[in-house]
């Protein structure tokens, strides 16, 4: 029993694969690049579900790497139109509704954010199958596992892509709206390119008095992050 339940597809902590992977990502990609963006290039979805596969497909679920989504983003990066990003981070609905109401673009609006978004995938050395019973757990088992460096790999590529001005929605009901560890914090923020000037949105719940503001700790350690990268910073409190 000890000696399948360590080495079997059941090792891990975190849900497995998300049923019919590959049929969800060629039916999303479809419905984007035909209905939701249909005036975006032309893409191969076939192509972008077999990129998406080889990535991980056959390779150690705890050993992934930036460099083995290279082929994968390079057929979508997910770029957006200047001035349009919106970036989030504990924040996920609301954010969403603000980008949506204001014609503006999360990562989950380009193409493979949309593609991803609420998934769950990993392989297995040997096998050319997706493992449906467990993967790696970001916290319990490894970092860099598969959905963990997508996550990273195409938020910093999304970053680095930012001109103009771009926002964030943060969560002002938390003690610190703005989390250094969060992908916002570690991956996005970090990328941004001088000249750039991030307008950071804090809302918070109606009916309770907000737990940070643009004035707390949180929000000035975001700021020197900017600081040191020469990005500009404008942070507006009270958002409902
Ligand atoms: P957050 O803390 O609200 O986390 C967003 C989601 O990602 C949560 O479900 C969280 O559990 C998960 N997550 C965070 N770090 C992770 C990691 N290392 N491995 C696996 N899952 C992880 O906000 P955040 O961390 O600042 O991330 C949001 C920002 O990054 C957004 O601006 C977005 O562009 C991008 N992002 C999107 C998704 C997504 O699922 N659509 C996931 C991660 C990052």
Request: aromatic letters at 10%.
């Amino acid at each position: 029993i000890y000696k399948w339940h360590y080495s079997g597809l059941n090792r891990w902590h975190g849900a497995g694969s998300t049923a019919d992977f590959q049929k969800i990502i060629q039916e999303r990609c479809d419905t984007y690049t035909q209905t939701i963006r249909p005036g975006s290039r032309s893409r191969n979805c076939q192509a972008i579900r077999q990129a998406f596969m080889s990535a991980f497909i056959s390779k150690d679920p705890c050993k992934a790497t930036k460099e083995d989504y290279n082929s994968l983003i390079n057929l979508a990066p997910p770029t957006v139109p200047c001035g349009q990003q919106v970036f989030w981070s504990k924040t996920k609905e609301l954010a969403h509704e603000y980008a949506k109401r204001r014609r503006l673009m999360t990562l989950e609006d380009t193409l493979l954010g949309y593609l991803a978004d609420g998934l769950s995938w990993c392989g297995e050395p040997g096998s050319s199958d997706l493992n449906i019973w467990s993967c790696p757990d970001w916290r319990k088992d490894c970092r860099t596992n598969y959905v963990s460096v997508f996550w990273e790999v195409l938020s910093e590529r999304f970053a680095e892509s930012a001109c103009n001005t771009v926002r964030v929605v943060l969560n002002g009901s938390l003690e610190n709206a703005f989390d250094s560890m969060s992908i916002f914090g570690r991956v996005e923020a970090p990328n941004l390119r001088p000249q750039v000037e991030l307008e950071a949105w804090l809302v918070h719940d109606t009916g309770k008095p907000p737990s940070d503001s643009c004035s707390g700790s949180s929000i000035r350690k975001l700021k020197s992050i900017l600081d040191g990268r020469n990005v500009k910073f404008r942070c507006m409190d009270n958002l409902r």
